[in-house]
């Protein structure tokens, strides 16, 4: 649909930015990388948190850092089919890469 391709080009050029990530290491743990957007140890590499929304139901937060970034992600969910969808694809994001 034509008002979702703006949102959608905002989402994938901002993801395209915050993705821009180098390898830093921390300055806590010693021969460490440390997640800092997790961590939150220096608050000098942590950099300015980003909403996208296209309305209250979809949106889409970016937390990024020097090497790493935390992303939220609000979806629509108005029927139950919706519902599965969602969970379905939550459950596939959340899974670590071992």
């Known amino acids: 649909s034509q008002s979702l391709r703006p949102y959608l080009q905002a989402v994938r050029s ?13 300055q806590t743990a010693e021969r460490h990388n440390v997640p800092e957007i997790e961590a ?21 937060l970016m937390e ?7 992303i939220s992600i609000k979806i629509k969910q108005a029927d139950e089919i ?3 969808l969602v969970h379905k ?6 899974q670590r890469a071992e």
């Open 82 to 84: 919706e519902h599965i």
């Open 64 to 70: 990024p850092s020097i090497n790493s970034i935390r």
């Open 40 to 60: 939150q140890t220096s608050p000098e590499v942590l950099l300015t948190p980003l909403t996208i929304a296209r309305n209250e139901n979809e949106r889409v």
């Open 89 to 94: 694809f939550t459950r596939f994001l959340t």
């Open 14 to 26: 901002s993801l395209t930015s915050a993705l821009t990530l180098s390898n830093f290491a921390s």
